[in-house]
């Protein structure tokens, strides 16, 4: 079986995750069966997906009414009428492992001998689970994050007797409804994102309860210095301090002190009013950016960072899976193997041997694999060797971007930082400069910009990633130079928020293609701040004087509309003629006379900050250098014997 065969799909929940999980099927073109216990369950989780759908469908993110995709949808209480034409059946009931038990064995008793059996258990075991039925290599995990319509990473989860073909084939059903999977390839505890965060809360728990460090300290060094989305305690917070205390109680982990106290005084976090920070009365969180200066957080970090080594020596998912879900899954600004390989992996094993010194705690024990890599030298970036190679002939594993060189010459750039809306930081902004600086510039023809994801063509910059240092120390100007710079015709493919640094970068490209869904702005006011990458020059050289102080002045998102109507982009078309136009213009652009093109981007970005006789010089010695050209005689032939003109740069 195989994802072809997937035609019905049937989920075991309507709560948050059931009805999600429904949603995200159906938008995708599955007819979906969604199952609960009782007729209000069903129908509140029917009303929960109307609504969503209805607001997806005003923003544009799905392209389809909402009717249409309600239309793929059936529910039902009785479960074996739920079930009886199903090709994949994903349970979403509350994680007890005796409920889960007794729905697969029902499942296996009602569903078709070929179905898939899959469970959304974020902590369960796989194995267990499938005990339940007599068909366990066709049970696999999908653990998919909530909410499901938002988040786009999806687990999927071996059992002990799982079929590579059960898990080949949930892994292309993830895909295939627009999620990201990766293989947790063993049963274990926590699977990959959750085993990975738990030495985040963990350490910070540890750490607090000893009084190196207090709450709002850690927080903001997490936060401010290392660029987490949040603090350990801030998190636990949002989650529920005692969702975390029972987790370490079943997996027989010792308990901080600090987390046990919260417990025994029911000051659980936002859902109690009170946890490590005060929410009825209180601000909510309190730290601030300056606070916790002196923090090990190293000492997080090492730990979080074996944690994944763990995992890879145990085969449990690959250095590239654990990066990935650690960034989708938990928001890590980077995946804890790259940050491992930053850091320097034999700095890694020191600072945990010497907690392990200190404490004598088998939480500080080194993990077989980071052993191995130290003693091999494989140490991470410097050393052109860790958790991924690092190679100086210009091939690079890049973190942060996708690439691909076409036949014709089309460099396609993506920025893959979804879950952070692809906010520039520096790793990206280094990576980009690196790629167009080794690309071999004869064959490239043109070069593309856009974002991952359908949310965002990128949002802005980290900011954290930038506290307290000048744009030349980041990188900044560099980064922008480079692709308003680079001498082939670039363009930026704009689908969703185009904001802060996001939108510097794309006024950097020559030209800008948007959907009449994007928006675009330069919200940096409003953080004390200003455009820092170009944004008040190519502004005030591309509008009048008085627009472009409004875009930078009030901070303010203006639509794809008004911006082509300002002149800031190009076109602003409906989604469904988005990549069509886009065609155009690059057919243009790839096939268009190389040499030609690259004098004509020189002289006008050139001649632009010049007064005209200067331009004028410019564009006549440009003119008469190409007239020597080979391209100019195949253009002029071309014209005379009425074909497409072949030009090869020369």
């Known amino acids: 079986m195989n994802v072809d065969n997937i035609s019905q799909v049937t989920v075991l929940g309507a709560g948050s995750m059931g009805h ?25 989780g029917f009303e929960s997906i109307k609504w969503s759908l209805e607001k997806l469908s005003e923003k544009g993110v799905v392209s389809e009414e909402a009717e249409t995709v309600l239309g793929r949808i059936d529910t039902a209480v009785d479960l074996e009428t739920a079930v009886a034409d199903a090709d994949l059946v994903i349970e979403a009931a509350p994680e007890q492992m005796e409920i889960k038990r007794e729905i697969f064995s029902d499942l296996d008793e009602f569903a078709p001998e070929e179905a898939i ?10 194995t267990e689970i499938a005990t339940a039925t007599d068909r366990p290599e066709r049970v696999v995990g999908m653990h998919f994050f909530n909410p499901p319509v938002k988040m786009d990473l999806v687990e999927v989860i071996y059992g002990e007797q799982t079929t590579d073909e059960t898990a080949g084939t949930a892994y292309e059903f993830v895909e295939s409804i627009d999620k990201t999977p990766i293989y947790v390839r063993k049963d274990v505890n926590g699977f990959v994102v959750n085993s990975v965060l738990g030495p985040f809360g963990d350490e910070a728990g540890w750490m607090a309860s000893e009084g190196v460090a207090t709450v709002e300290e ?50 659980l976090g936002q859902k109690t009013g ?17 606070q916790g200066e002196d923090v090990d957080t190293l000492r997080i970090e090492a730990r979080i960072v074996n944690e994944a080594a763990r995992l890879i020596g145990d085969d449990v998912a690959t250095a590239d899976a654990i990066d990935t879900g650690m960034r989708l899954g938990a928001g890590f ?43 091999t030298g494989a140490t991470g970036e410097n050393a052109g060797e860790g958790f991924y190679e690092y190679e100086d002939d210009g091939d690079r594993h890049y973190a942060t971007i996708e690439h691909e060189l076409s036949e014709d010459g089309l460099l396609a750039i993506t920025l893959d930082r979804p879950e952070r809306m692809n906010a520039l930081n520096g790793d990206l902004m280094d990576e980009v400069v690196h790629l167009l600086d080794s690309t071999a510039l004869d064959e490239v023809r043109a070069v593309t910009f856009e974002g991952a994801g359908d949310r965002a063509f990128s949002a802005g910059a980290d900011i954290t990633g930038f506290a307290g240092r000048e744009p030349y120390e980041a990188g900044i100007t ?27 970068l794309a006024l950097a ?49 203006i639509s794809a509309d008004r911006a082509q109507e300002w002149g800031l982009i190009n076109r602003s078309v409906p989604e469904s003629e988005f990549e069509e136009t886009v065609e155009a213009f690059l057919d243009d652009l790839v096939h268009g006379a190389p040499v030609a093109l690259r004098k004509a981007k020189r002289v006008m970005n050139v001649g632009s900050d010049q007064a005209l006789e200067a331009g004028l010089e410019l564009e006549s010695q440009a003119f008469g250098q190409l007239l020597a050209t080979e391209d100019m005689q195949e253009g002029a032939a071309a014209f005379m014997e009425d074909r497409e003109a072949e030009f090869e740069g020369k």
């Open 218 to 267: 850690i927080d903001a060094a997490m936060v401010h210095r290392r660029g987490y989305p949040m603090g350990p305690f801030e998190l636990g917070d949002l989650t529920g301090i005692d969702i975390g205390y029972h987790v370490r109680k079943e997996a027989g982990r010792d308990v901080p002190p600090i987390v046990q106290e919260k417990v025994d005084a029911e000051e």
């Open 478 to 504: 560099e980064f922008f130079e480079t692709v308003a710079a680079y001498p082939r015709p670039t363009l930026a493919k704009i689908d969703g928020f185009c904001l802060g640094g996001g939108h510097e």
């Open 20 to 44: 999600g999980i429904t949603e995200v099927a159906a938008i995708a073109g599955y007819d979906v069966v969604m199952r609960d216990i009782e007729q209000e369950l069903v129908d509140d």
């Open 509 to 557: 490209c020559d030209l800008r293609i948007a959907t009449e869904a994007s928006e675009f702005g330069f919200p940096e006011i409003n953080l004390g701040l200003l455009p820092g990458g170009g944004g008040t020059q190519r502004t005030m050289r591309m509008l009048s004087e008085a627009r472009a102080k409004e875009l930078v002045f009030r901070g303010e998102h």
């Open 117 to 126: 059996l899959a469970s959304n258990t974020s902590s369960l075991s796989i």
């Open 333 to 375: 600004p980077e995946g804890p193997c790259r940050r491992g390989d930053k850091l320097g992996l034999d700095t890694v094993l020191e600072t945990l041997e010497s907690l392990h010194e200190s404490y004598g705690h088998e939480r500080y024990e080194p993990s077989d694999h980071l052993r191995e890599l130290v003693e």
């Open 274 to 290: 009170k946890g490590y920070y005060e929410y009825e009365d209180g601000e909510g969180t309190t730290y601030e950016a300056g």
